[in-house]
């Protein structure tokens, strides 16, 4: 497993990753050219590294970048404000909860004191959401708790067992803007705990990148896999027919929202033992 010092020298002097401005140009001019292999692949995998190690650095060479996306999203479409505080990543990220739903269903039963778990709280915006707007009890967990009262991963990037003991006593289990940065391993770990932690009927909200086709060239490998790319770190793009497969497995999926640039965003419940 690799840690701080290592991870910093492979991504400041080996990808040349040194800051914001250096990472911007590389997204530009670098990653178009290059494809995924299995070395670059394997080289920061969250599987190989301390995944609190590698976004403690990140976060001390990048900013807000590695919480709300400020390079990459304008890629895809101008933001509607400069990202220069954590309040401003916190209305960014809020809206991509809200474009998605997910506030509306943490709303449905407002006025119930109903267990939450958030899965990668960033600087706060949903916690900040359901703390106001519901009678909920919140809980976060973060690979880098970046504000107070949430709960640390693993080094592997999963949940504690602190967090583990509460099995079936949650109503909602919420994971916004993060599974695209977990490995498939990762993830269905995460399947399985969210589905272990809920009570009967609870329902586990997430959204992430699926590989629908429409992926860049330069993000495909040899096998035909679509790959993610954060500073230099590849993460599996699932394709639906896989993903919809291992997550119907465990949940009903109830809603799947689909956005133009393939983020899926799923609401799915855990089901009630049958009667029969």
């Known amino acids: 497993m690799k840690h701080a010092a290592e991870i910093r020298k492979i991504l400041t002097q080996d990808l040349g990753l040194r800051d914001l401005a250096a990472y911007k140009k590389w997204i530009v001019e670098v990653r178009p ?13 969250p599987d190989n590294v301390d995944c609190t190690d590698f976004w403690k650095v990140c976060d001390e060479l990048f900013g807000h970048d590695p919480v709300c996306n400020l390079v990459v999203e304008p890629q895809v479409g101008r933001l509607p404000f400069a990202i220069e505080t954590d309040m401003d990543a916190n209305r960014m990220n809020l809206r991509l909860a809200k474009s998605f739903g997910i506030t509306a269903f943490l709303e449905e039963n407002a006025h119930d004191r109903l267990k939450t778990l958030e899965v990668g709280p960033g600087f706060g ?29 693993t080094a592997r990037g999963t949940l504690p067992e602190s967090v583990l003991r509460q099995a079936g006593t949650f109503a909602y289990v919420v994971a916004t803007n993060v599974f695209q940065h977990l490995s498939a391993r990762q993830r269905s770990t995460y399947y399985k705990d969210a589905h272990a932690l809920l009570l009967d009927g609870g ?7 699926v590989n629908t ?23 599996l793009v699932p394709r639906p027919a896989d993903l919809y ?7 009903d999926i109830l809603y799947v929202t689909q956005r133009y640039d393939g983020v899926f965003n799923f609401v799915c419940q855990k089901r009630e033992p049958s009667s029969g």
């Open 203 to 209: 329902l586990f909200i997430f959204n992430t990148l």
């Open 33 to 45: 050219t290059i494809k995924p292999t299995p070395e670059r692949i394997e080289l920061l995998s």
């Open 245 to 251: 497969g291992e997550v119907a497995s465990l949940f």
């Open 125 to 153: 915006s949903l916690k900040n959401f359901i703390e106001t707007h519901t009678r909920h009890v919140y809980t976060g967990v973060d690979v880098v708790p970046r504000i107070p009262g949430v709960v640390q991963t």
């Open 213 to 235: 086709g429409k992926l860049p060239p330069h993000t495909i490998d040899a096998q035909g896999d679509g790959w993610c790319d954060h500073y230099g770190q590849y993460t």
